[in-house]
Protein backbone atom coordinates (compact mmCIF):
# COMPACT_ATOMS: atom_id res chain seq x y z
CA UNK A 1 0.00 0.00 0.00
CA UNK A 2 0.99 3.51 -0.78
CA UNK A 3 1.74 5.66 2.23
CA UNK A 4 -0.16 8.62 2.37
CA UNK A 5 1.78 12.10 2.22
CA UNK A 6 1.18 14.35 5.52
CA UNK A 7 3.20 18.25 4.29
CA UNK A 8 2.98 19.92 7.75
CA UNK A 9 3.56 23.26 7.79
CA UNK A 10 2.98 26.70 10.12
CA UNK A 11 1.15 28.83 8.89
CA UNK A 12 -1.23 28.63 5.82
CA UNK A 13 -3.53 31.79 5.03
CA UNK A 14 -2.50 35.02 4.05
CA UNK A 15 0.15 34.62 2.30
CA UNK A 16 2.36 32.48 4.78
CA UNK A 17 2.60 29.39 2.69
CA UNK A 18 5.18 29.45 -0.52
CA UNK A 19 3.55 28.52 -4.25
CA UNK A 20 6.77 25.95 -3.88
CA UNK A 21 4.66 24.14 -1.46
CA UNK A 22 1.41 24.20 -2.99
CA UNK A 23 2.83 23.05 -5.96
CA UNK A 24 4.41 20.49 -4.27
CA UNK A 25 0.83 19.25 -3.05
CA UNK A 26 -0.31 19.96 -6.56
CA UNK A 27 2.05 17.36 -7.80
CA UNK A 28 1.81 14.55 -5.63
CA UNK A 29 -1.99 15.20 -5.62
CA UNK A 30 -2.02 14.72 -9.69
CA UNK A 31 0.39 11.51 -8.84
CA UNK A 32 -3.11 9.85 -7.41
CA UNK A 33 -1.13 10.07 -4.08
CA UNK A 34 -3.37 10.86 -1.36
CA UNK A 35 -2.19 14.27 0.03
CA UNK A 36 -3.08 16.12 3.48
CA UNK A 37 -1.86 19.43 4.73
CA UNK A 38 -1.39 19.76 8.55
CA UNK A 39 -1.05 23.73 9.55
CA UNK A 40 -0.74 25.38 13.25
CA UNK A 41 -2.24 28.93 11.74
CA UNK A 42 -4.14 30.67 14.24
CA UNK A 43 -5.50 33.20 12.15
CA UNK A 44 -8.96 33.39 12.33
CA UNK A 45 -9.79 33.80 9.02
CA UNK A 46 -8.32 30.80 7.88
CA UNK A 47 -10.98 29.56 6.91
CA UNK A 48 -11.80 31.58 4.32
CA UNK A 49 -7.65 32.12 3.06
CA UNK A 50 -8.36 28.46 2.42
CA UNK A 51 -11.22 29.14 0.64
CA UNK A 52 -9.31 31.96 -1.49
CA UNK A 53 -6.58 29.47 -2.23
CA UNK A 54 -8.38 26.94 -4.05
CA UNK A 55 -10.57 29.47 -5.73
CA UNK A 56 -7.64 31.21 -7.08
CA UNK A 57 -6.48 27.33 -8.50
CA UNK A 58 -3.47 27.75 -6.23
CA UNK A 59 -4.15 24.84 -3.78
CA UNK A 60 -5.61 21.78 -5.31
CA UNK A 61 -9.34 20.70 -4.22
CA UNK A 62 -8.19 17.42 -3.82
CA UNK A 63 -5.40 18.24 -1.26
CA UNK A 64 -7.24 18.13 2.60
CA UNK A 65 -6.48 21.17 4.68
CA UNK A 66 -6.56 20.43 8.70
CA UNK A 67 -5.83 23.13 11.36
CA UNK A 68 -5.49 22.44 14.76
CA UNK A 69 -7.43 25.40 15.75
CA UNK A 70 -10.57 24.30 13.15
CA UNK A 71 -10.09 20.72 14.07
CA UNK A 72 -9.98 21.61 17.92
CA UNK A 73 -13.32 24.07 17.58
CA UNK A 74 -15.59 21.84 15.38
CA UNK A 75 -14.99 19.08 18.07
CA UNK A 76 -15.57 21.61 21.00
CA UNK A 77 -18.21 22.82 19.28
CA UNK A 78 -19.97 19.30 19.13
CA UNK A 79 -19.21 18.75 22.66
CA UNK A 80 -22.35 17.39 24.70
CA UNK A 81 -23.95 19.66 27.06
CA UNK A 82 -22.60 22.91 25.58
CA UNK A 83 -24.28 26.07 27.34
CA UNK A 84 -25.38 28.98 25.64
CA UNK A 85 -23.61 32.12 24.84
CA UNK A 86 -25.52 33.67 27.59
CA UNK A 87 -25.05 31.19 29.74
CA UNK A 88 -20.90 30.97 29.35
CA UNK A 89 -21.06 34.76 29.63
CA UNK A 90 -23.35 34.82 33.06
CA UNK A 91 -20.63 32.10 34.32
CA UNK A 92 -17.48 34.45 33.13
CA UNK A 93 -19.25 37.44 35.20
CA UNK A 94 -19.70 35.02 38.13
CA UNK A 95 -16.24 34.21 38.13
CA UNK A 96 -14.89 37.72 38.60
CA UNK A 97 -14.60 39.77 35.52
CA UNK A 98 -14.45 43.39 35.99
CA UNK A 99 -15.39 44.48 32.12
CA UNK A 100 -18.14 46.86 32.05
CA UNK A 101 -21.32 45.18 30.67
CA UNK A 102 -20.88 47.23 27.10
CA UNK A 103 -17.31 45.46 27.10
CA UNK A 104 -18.05 42.10 27.70
CA UNK A 105 -20.76 41.62 25.24
CA UNK A 106 -20.16 40.49 21.90
CA UNK A 107 -20.24 43.51 19.73
CA UNK A 108 -20.62 43.40 16.14
CA UNK A 109 -23.10 46.38 15.23
CA UNK A 110 -23.46 50.09 16.29
CA UNK A 111 -25.67 50.87 19.68
CA UNK A 112 -28.25 53.70 18.64
CA UNK A 113 -26.23 55.40 21.42
CA UNK A 114 -23.39 55.26 20.16
CA UNK A 115 -21.19 58.08 19.12
CA UNK A 116 -19.21 57.11 15.88
CA UNK A 117 -16.10 58.78 13.86
CA UNK A 118 -15.68 56.74 10.39
CA UNK A 119 -11.85 57.23 8.59
CA UNK A 120 -9.65 55.44 6.57
CA UNK A 121 -5.60 55.52 7.40
CA UNK A 122 -2.65 53.27 5.90
CA UNK A 123 -4.27 49.64 7.36
CA UNK A 124 -7.59 50.55 5.89
CA UNK A 125 -10.99 51.93 6.77
CA UNK A 126 -11.96 51.96 10.79
CA UNK A 127 -14.80 52.81 12.85
CA UNK A 128 -14.51 54.60 16.34
CA UNK A 129 -17.23 54.01 18.88
CA UNK A 130 -17.70 56.22 21.48
CA UNK A 131 -20.53 55.88 24.48
CA UNK A 132 -23.35 58.98 24.05
CA UNK A 133 -21.47 60.06 26.88
CA UNK A 134 -18.70 60.79 24.99
CA UNK A 135 -16.02 57.73 26.31
CA UNK A 136 -13.80 56.26 23.66
CA UNK A 137 -14.34 52.49 24.32
CA UNK A 138 -13.74 50.61 21.21
CA UNK A 139 -12.16 50.99 17.67
CA UNK A 140 -13.00 48.53 14.85
CA UNK A 141 -11.25 48.12 11.60
CA UNK A 142 -12.99 47.29 9.44
CA UNK A 143 -12.56 44.99 5.74
CA UNK A 144 -13.06 46.27 2.48
CA UNK A 145 -16.76 44.65 2.19
CA UNK A 146 -17.50 46.94 5.52
CA UNK A 147 -17.45 44.00 8.35
CA UNK A 148 -15.06 44.35 11.59
CA UNK A 149 -12.10 42.68 10.76
CA UNK A 150 -11.11 43.22 14.46
CA UNK A 151 -12.36 44.77 17.68
CA UNK A 152 -10.10 46.66 20.52
CA UNK A 153 -11.86 47.63 23.32
CA UNK A 154 -10.57 49.85 26.07
CA UNK A 155 -11.36 51.36 29.18
CA UNK A 156 -10.18 54.54 30.42
CA UNK A 157 -8.33 54.86 26.94
CA UNK A 158 -6.06 51.58 28.06
CA UNK A 159 -6.40 48.44 25.60
CA UNK A 160 -7.95 45.63 27.49
CA UNK A 161 -9.06 43.11 25.10
CA UNK A 162 -9.26 42.60 21.42
CA UNK A 163 -11.64 40.49 19.37
CA UNK A 164 -10.60 39.02 16.19
CA UNK A 165 -13.77 38.54 14.16
CA UNK A 166 -14.77 35.44 11.70
CA UNK A 167 -18.25 34.92 10.32
CA UNK A 168 -19.37 37.35 12.66
CA UNK A 169 -17.93 36.01 16.11
CA UNK A 170 -15.08 36.22 17.51
CA UNK A 171 -12.71 33.70 17.03
CA UNK A 172 -9.94 35.07 18.79
CA UNK A 173 -10.13 37.08 21.82
CA UNK A 174 -7.08 38.58 23.75
CA UNK A 175 -6.65 40.43 26.72
CA UNK A 176 -4.37 42.72 27.97
CA UNK A 177 -3.05 44.76 30.91
CA UNK A 178 -2.85 47.85 32.21
CA UNK A 179 0.58 48.41 30.67
CA UNK A 180 -0.66 47.19 27.35
CA UNK A 181 0.98 44.03 27.43
CA UNK A 182 -0.90 40.50 26.39
CA UNK A 183 -1.22 38.02 28.98
CA UNK A 184 -3.78 35.53 27.97
CA UNK A 185 -5.24 34.79 24.28
CA UNK A 186 -8.57 33.05 24.38
CA UNK A 187 -9.86 30.47 20.63
CA UNK A 188 -13.88 30.47 20.74
CA UNK A 189 -16.72 28.62 19.01
CA UNK A 190 -19.20 30.47 17.72
CA UNK A 191 -21.23 29.32 20.91
CA UNK A 192 -19.16 31.63 22.96
CA UNK A 193 -17.53 28.34 24.37
CA UNK A 194 -13.40 29.46 24.82
CA UNK A 195 -11.92 25.78 23.41
CA UNK A 196 -8.43 26.66 24.16
CA UNK A 197 -6.91 29.52 25.85
CA UNK A 198 -3.01 30.47 26.07
CA UNK A 199 -1.58 32.20 29.23
CA UNK A 200 1.53 34.11 29.14
CA UNK A 201 3.78 36.01 31.42
CA UNK A 202 3.12 39.84 30.21
CA UNK A 203 6.59 40.64 31.00
CA UNK A 204 8.79 38.43 28.75
CA UNK A 205 5.82 36.65 26.36
CA UNK A 206 6.81 33.52 27.47
CA UNK A 207 4.23 31.17 27.34
CA UNK A 208 2.33 29.37 31.08
CA UNK A 209 0.32 27.05 29.71
CA UNK A 210 -2.41 25.96 27.17
CA UNK A 211 -5.49 24.51 28.25
CA UNK A 212 -7.67 22.72 26.14
CA UNK A 213 -11.22 21.27 26.03
CA UNK A 214 -11.76 17.41 25.69
CA UNK A 215 -13.95 16.79 22.83
CA UNK A 216 -16.93 14.41 24.71
CA UNK A 217 -16.40 15.19 28.50
CA UNK A 218 -16.26 17.75 30.48
CA UNK A 219 -12.95 18.30 31.39
CA UNK A 220 -9.55 20.61 30.30
CA UNK A 221 -6.11 19.65 29.78
CA UNK A 222 -3.28 21.58 30.39
CA UNK A 223 -0.22 21.72 28.32
CA UNK A 224 3.20 23.28 28.53
CA UNK A 225 2.41 25.56 25.98
CA UNK A 226 1.59 26.12 22.18
CA UNK A 227 4.40 23.21 20.91
CA UNK A 228 3.24 20.40 23.26
CA UNK A 229 -0.05 20.76 22.25
CA UNK A 230 0.14 20.77 18.66
CA UNK A 231 2.75 18.00 18.74
CA UNK A 232 -0.20 16.27 20.07
CA UNK A 233 -2.50 17.16 17.59
CA UNK A 234 -0.38 16.37 14.83
CA UNK A 235 0.27 12.43 16.50
CA UNK A 236 -3.68 12.44 16.44
CA UNK A 237 -4.18 13.64 12.37
CA UNK A 238 -1.34 10.89 12.05
CA UNK A 239 -2.87 8.11 14.36
CA UNK A 240 -6.01 8.45 11.97
CA UNK A 241 -3.92 7.17 9.17
CA UNK A 242 -4.11 3.16 8.94
CA UNK A 243 -0.63 3.74 7.25
CA UNK A 244 2.06 5.20 8.89
CA UNK A 245 2.69 8.40 6.58
CA UNK A 246 5.17 10.10 5.26
CA UNK A 247 4.99 13.61 6.77
CA UNK A 248 7.08 16.22 5.86
CA UNK A 249 8.01 19.06 7.76
CA UNK A 250 8.85 22.82 6.59
CA UNK A 251 10.26 25.52 9.15
CA UNK A 252 12.46 24.88 12.04
CA UNK A 253 9.29 24.96 14.31
CA UNK A 254 7.20 22.43 12.30
CA UNK A 255 9.98 19.99 12.08
CA UNK A 256 10.50 20.38 15.67
CA UNK A 257 6.75 19.32 16.46
CA UNK A 258 7.28 16.24 13.87
CA UNK A 259 9.75 15.17 15.97
CA UNK A 260 7.76 14.81 18.83
CA UNK A 261 5.63 12.23 17.01
CA UNK A 262 5.69 8.47 18.09
CA UNK A 263 8.83 6.71 16.52
CA UNK A 264 6.82 4.07 14.90
CA UNK A 265 3.85 6.25 13.88
CA UNK A 266 5.50 7.81 10.31
CA UNK A 267 8.61 8.40 7.83
CA UNK A 268 9.66 11.30 9.06
CA UNK A 269 11.06 13.97 6.86
CA UNK A 270 12.60 17.73 7.13
CA UNK A 271 12.74 20.37 4.31
CA UNK A 272 14.21 23.35 4.54
CA UNK A 273 13.02 25.79 1.92
CA UNK A 274 15.48 28.54 2.53
CA UNK A 275 18.99 28.83 3.49
CA UNK A 276 20.83 27.44 6.78
CA UNK A 277 22.71 30.58 7.18
CA UNK A 278 22.50 33.69 8.93
CA UNK A 279 23.73 37.58 8.02
CA UNK A 280 26.26 38.37 6.20
CA UNK A 281 24.97 34.77 4.27
CA UNK A 282 28.24 33.37 3.09
CA UNK A 283 29.54 29.80 3.33
CA UNK A 284 31.20 30.33 6.81
CA UNK A 285 28.46 32.88 8.31
CA UNK A 286 26.68 31.50 11.46
CA UNK A 287 24.15 29.01 10.97
CA UNK A 288 20.94 30.65 11.60
CA UNK A 289 19.53 30.52 15.08
CA UNK A 290 15.84 29.30 14.97
CA UNK A 291 17.19 26.28 13.38
CA UNK A 292 19.23 25.44 15.94
CA UNK A 293 16.75 22.82 17.82
CA UNK A 294 16.32 20.93 14.41
CA UNK A 295 20.01 20.96 13.39
CA UNK A 296 20.70 19.35 17.26
CA UNK A 297 18.53 16.67 16.05
CA UNK A 298 19.52 15.80 12.35
CA UNK A 299 19.84 12.08 13.97
CA UNK A 300 15.96 11.72 14.59
CA UNK A 301 14.91 12.98 10.94
CA UNK A 302 14.99 10.03 8.29
CA UNK A 303 15.58 12.14 5.85
CA UNK A 304 16.60 16.12 5.53
CA UNK A 305 15.64 17.59 2.13
CA UNK A 306 17.36 20.35 0.60
CA UNK A 307 16.71 21.91 -2.89
CA UNK A 308 20.52 21.94 -4.41
CA UNK A 309 23.23 19.97 -4.32
CA UNK A 310 25.28 23.37 -3.42
CA UNK A 311 24.03 23.71 -0.21
CA UNK A 312 23.77 19.43 0.51
CA UNK A 313 27.71 19.81 0.58
CA UNK A 314 27.96 23.20 2.45
CA UNK A 315 25.56 21.77 5.57
CA UNK A 316 27.03 18.25 5.34
CA UNK A 317 30.26 20.11 5.86
CA UNK A 318 29.27 22.08 8.70
CA UNK A 319 26.66 19.57 10.67
CA UNK A 320 27.79 15.93 9.45
CA UNK A 321 25.44 13.60 8.78
CA UNK A 322 26.13 12.95 5.17
CA UNK A 323 23.57 10.37 5.56
CA UNK A 324 20.71 12.40 6.56
CA UNK A 325 20.82 15.17 3.94
CA UNK A 326 19.15 14.14 0.04
CA UNK A 327 18.05 16.71 -2.66
CA UNK A 328 14.50 17.25 -3.95
CA UNK A 329 14.13 20.99 -6.22
CA UNK A 330 11.12 22.50 -6.29
CA UNK A 331 8.68 21.35 -8.89
CA UNK A 332 7.47 24.33 -11.32
CA UNK A 333 4.15 24.44 -13.35
CA UNK A 334 5.71 24.74 -17.11
CA UNK A 335 3.18 27.31 -18.97
CA UNK A 336 3.06 27.03 -22.74
CA UNK A 337 4.82 29.01 -24.77
CA UNK A 338 4.86 32.35 -24.30
CA UNK A 339 2.67 34.51 -26.92
CA UNK A 340 3.62 38.11 -25.55
CA UNK A 341 5.79 40.11 -27.77
CA UNK A 342 9.02 41.15 -26.24
CA UNK A 343 9.50 44.54 -25.33
CA UNK A 344 12.97 45.60 -26.79
CA UNK A 345 13.88 48.13 -23.97
CA UNK A 346 12.11 46.59 -21.10
CA UNK A 347 14.03 44.80 -18.05
CA UNK A 348 11.84 43.39 -14.86
CA UNK A 349 11.73 42.28 -10.93
CA UNK A 350 9.24 40.46 -9.54
CA UNK A 351 9.71 40.40 -6.21
CA UNK A 352 8.79 41.28 -2.45
CA UNK A 353 10.21 44.70 -1.58
CA UNK A 354 11.85 43.33 1.49
CA UNK A 355 15.59 43.52 3.04
CA UNK A 356 16.47 40.05 1.62
CA UNK A 357 15.72 40.93 -1.91
CA UNK A 358 18.55 43.85 -1.73
CA UNK A 359 16.82 45.53 -4.81
CA UNK A 360 18.72 48.56 -3.80
CA UNK A 361 21.69 46.68 -5.58
CA UNK A 362 19.47 46.64 -8.91
CA UNK A 363 18.46 50.11 -8.45
CA UNK A 364 22.02 51.26 -8.55
CA UNK A 365 23.01 48.79 -11.26
CA UNK A 366 20.01 49.98 -13.55
CA UNK A 367 21.45 53.86 -13.17
CA UNK A 368 24.30 52.15 -14.69
CA UNK A 369 22.24 50.81 -17.23
CA UNK A 370 20.73 53.99 -18.11
CA UNK A 371 23.66 55.35 -18.57
CA UNK A 372 24.82 53.43 -21.99
CA UNK A 373 21.18 53.14 -22.61
CA UNK A 374 19.00 55.93 -21.69
CA UNK A 375 15.82 54.21 -22.95
CA UNK A 376 16.08 51.04 -20.79
CA UNK A 377 13.37 50.76 -18.47
CA UNK A 378 12.73 48.64 -15.36
CA UNK A 379 9.08 47.37 -13.82
CA UNK A 380 9.39 46.10 -10.28
CA UNK A 381 6.39 44.05 -9.41
CA UNK A 382 5.63 43.23 -5.73
CA UNK A 383 4.81 44.74 -2.05
CA UNK A 384 6.65 45.39 0.70
CA UNK A 385 8.12 47.39 3.07
CA UNK A 386 11.47 48.64 1.05
CA UNK A 387 8.97 50.43 -1.42
CA UNK A 388 9.43 53.55 0.34
CA UNK A 389 13.04 53.40 0.33
CA UNK A 390 13.54 52.16 -3.13
CA UNK A 391 11.19 55.32 -4.37
CA UNK A 392 13.59 57.47 -2.53
CA UNK A 393 17.01 56.01 -4.07
CA UNK A 394 15.55 56.06 -7.49
CA UNK A 395 14.63 59.95 -7.31
CA UNK A 396 18.43 60.59 -5.67
CA UNK A 397 19.40 58.34 -8.62
CA UNK A 398 17.77 60.44 -10.99
CA UNK A 399 16.22 57.76 -13.19
CA UNK A 400 12.36 58.24 -11.99
CA UNK A 401 11.17 58.06 -15.80
CA UNK A 402 13.25 54.54 -16.40
CA UNK A 403 11.68 52.92 -13.36
CA UNK A 404 8.33 52.17 -12.45
CA UNK A 405 6.78 50.65 -9.39
CA UNK A 406 4.28 48.19 -10.33
CA UNK A 407 2.68 46.91 -7.29
CA UNK A 408 1.49 43.49 -7.52
CA UNK A 409 0.42 41.58 -10.88
CA UNK A 410 -1.76 38.90 -11.49
CA UNK A 411 0.28 37.79 -14.29
CA UNK A 412 4.17 37.74 -13.75
CA UNK A 413 4.41 35.05 -16.60
CA UNK A 414 3.28 37.81 -18.85
CA UNK A 415 5.60 40.14 -17.46
CA UNK A 416 8.32 38.38 -17.82
CA UNK A 417 7.79 37.14 -21.27
CA UNK A 418 7.65 40.95 -22.51
CA UNK A 419 10.74 41.45 -20.95
CA UNK A 420 14.38 41.54 -22.97
CA UNK A 421 15.85 39.93 -18.97
CA UNK A 422 14.75 39.80 -14.95
CA UNK A 423 16.76 40.71 -12.50
CA UNK A 424 17.43 39.02 -8.83
CA UNK A 425 20.20 40.53 -6.57
CA UNK A 426 19.06 38.90 -3.29
CA UNK A 427 21.62 38.76 -0.11
CA UNK A 428 20.30 34.64 -0.60
CA UNK A 429 18.14 32.62 -1.84
CA UNK A 430 17.27 28.92 -1.97
CA UNK A 431 15.71 27.95 -5.35
CA UNK A 432 14.19 31.36 -6.45
CA UNK A 433 10.80 30.75 -7.78
CA UNK A 434 11.02 34.02 -9.75
CA UNK A 435 14.18 33.04 -11.62
CA UNK A 436 12.44 29.35 -12.47
CA UNK A 437 9.38 30.86 -13.69
CA UNK A 438 11.42 33.49 -16.17
CA UNK A 439 13.18 31.15 -17.62
CA UNK A 440 10.08 28.62 -17.89
CA UNK A 441 8.85 31.46 -19.85
CA UNK A 442 12.12 31.58 -22.12
CA UNK A 443 13.63 34.87 -20.72
CA UNK A 444 17.06 34.96 -18.97
CA UNK A 445 18.30 36.09 -15.69
CA UNK A 446 21.00 38.51 -14.56
CA UNK A 447 21.54 37.82 -11.39
CA UNK A 448 24.17 38.02 -8.18
CA UNK A 449 25.48 34.67 -7.71
CA UNK A 450 24.10 34.83 -3.93
CA UNK A 451 23.74 31.06 -1.79
CA UNK A 452 22.14 28.88 -3.17
CA UNK A 453 19.40 29.32 -6.20
CA UNK A 454 21.08 30.94 -8.73
CA UNK A 455 23.81 28.95 -9.55
CA UNK A 456 21.70 25.58 -9.61
CA UNK A 457 18.70 27.43 -11.74
CA UNK A 458 21.07 29.18 -14.03
CA UNK A 459 23.07 28.09 -16.48
CA UNK A 460 25.78 31.03 -16.89
CA UNK A 461 26.29 32.18 -20.08
CA UNK A 462 23.88 30.05 -21.80
CA UNK A 463 20.61 30.58 -20.02
CA UNK A 464 21.40 34.12 -17.94
CA UNK A 465 24.21 35.73 -16.21
CA UNK A 466 25.94 34.87 -12.92
CA UNK A 467 27.61 38.33 -11.80
CA UNK A 468 29.73 37.99 -7.68
CA UNK A 469 27.37 39.38 -5.14
CA UNK A 470 27.62 43.21 -4.92
CA UNK A 471 29.29 43.51 -8.15
CA UNK A 472 27.21 46.75 -9.49
CA UNK A 473 28.72 47.59 -12.83
CA UNK A 474 29.02 43.71 -13.92
CA UNK A 475 25.24 43.46 -13.22
CA UNK A 476 24.92 46.75 -15.26
CA UNK A 477 27.09 45.61 -18.25
CA UNK A 478 25.31 42.16 -18.26
CA UNK A 479 22.35 43.56 -18.85
CA UNK A 480 22.98 46.39 -21.41
CA UNK A 481 24.88 43.27 -23.15
CA UNK A 482 21.69 42.01 -23.41
CA UNK A 483 19.56 44.87 -24.71
CA UNK A 484 22.00 45.55 -27.25
CA UNK A 485 22.08 41.97 -28.45
CA UNK A 486 18.29 40.93 -28.41
CA UNK A 487 18.67 37.78 -30.33
CA UNK A 488 20.99 36.56 -27.73
CA UNK A 489 18.83 37.13 -25.08
CA UNK A 490 16.39 35.25 -26.93
CA UNK A 491 18.68 32.17 -27.50
CA UNK A 492 19.65 32.06 -23.62
CA UNK A 493 15.75 32.16 -23.11
CA UNK A 494 14.99 28.98 -25.01
CA UNK A 495 17.84 27.27 -23.39
CA UNK A 496 16.23 28.43 -20.24
CA UNK A 497 13.18 27.07 -21.00
CA UNK A 498 14.16 23.57 -22.46
CA UNK A 499 16.71 23.01 -19.28
CA UNK A 500 14.08 23.96 -16.49
CA UNK A 501 11.43 22.25 -18.43
CA UNK A 502 13.75 18.98 -18.18
CA UNK A 503 14.93 19.56 -14.25
CA UNK A 504 11.74 21.63 -12.64
CA UNK A 505 8.42 19.46 -14.60
CA UNK A 506 6.05 17.42 -12.09
CA UNK A 507 7.28 13.97 -13.48
CA UNK A 508 10.86 15.04 -12.69
CA UNK A 509 10.93 15.82 -9.45
CA UNK A 510 8.41 13.38 -8.54
CA UNK A 511 11.11 10.70 -9.18
CA UNK A 512 13.32 12.86 -7.09
CA UNK A 513 11.00 12.93 -4.24
CA UNK A 514 10.33 8.51 -4.70
CA UNK A 515 14.08 8.36 -4.00
CA UNK A 516 14.35 10.72 -0.86
CA UNK A 517 10.89 8.54 0.30
CA UNK A 518 12.66 5.24 -0.30
CA UNK A 519 15.75 6.59 0.78
CA UNK A 520 14.13 7.93 4.79
CA UNK A 521 12.30 4.73 4.75
CA UNK A 522 14.79 2.41 4.66
CA UNK A 523 16.38 4.43 7.43
CA UNK A 524 13.25 4.66 9.58
CA UNK A 525 13.20 0.65 10.00
CA UNK A 526 9.13 0.93 9.57
CA UNK A 527 7.57 -1.84 7.31
CA UNK A 528 7.79 -0.92 3.70
CA UNK A 529 5.61 -0.14 1.18
CA UNK A 530 5.42 0.32 -2.78
CA UNK A 531 5.66 3.37 -4.39
Same mark, same amino acid.
Given at each position: ????????????????????????????????????????????????????????????????? %??????????????? $????????????????????????????????????????????????????????????????????????????????????????????????????????????????????????????????? !?????? $??????????????????????????????? !???????????????????????????????????? !??????????????????????????????????????????????????? =??????????????????????????????????? !?????????????????????????????? =?????????????????????????????????? %?? =??????????????????????? =??? $????????? $??????????????????????????????????????????????????????????????
Amino acid at each position: MTRPILIVLHRLAHGGVTQAVLDQARMFERAGRMVTIATFDDDPAFRSSVASLRESGRLPRGVEV %LNVYEDTRQAAGGRS $GTRSAAGIRERATAAGRTLSRRVRRQISSVSNDDLTEMGEDKHGPYRRRFTAAGEYYAFDRLDTSGCVAYTNFFENRFLIRRDDMEDGFAARRTWFTAAGAANRVEFMTPEGLCFAQRWTDPEDGHGLG !VYVVQP $GTRTMRRFSGLPAWHAAWLQSVVDRSDTPPY !VIAETASAITKMLKLRRDSAVRLGMMHNSHLASPFA !VDSPLRPDYEDPFAKLDQVDAYVLLSERQRRDMTERLGHAETFTVVPNALV =IPPEPAERRDPRLVSIISRLAPQKALHEAVHAFAG !VVEQVPEARLEIYGRGSERSALESLVSELG =IQGNVEFMGRTDDPNGVMARSICTLSTSDWEALP %LS =IAESLAVATPVVAYDCLYGPSTL =IRD $GESGVIVPR $GEREGLADAVVDLLRAPEKAARMGAAGREDISQRLSFDAVLRDWDRAFAHAEARSGLPGSSH
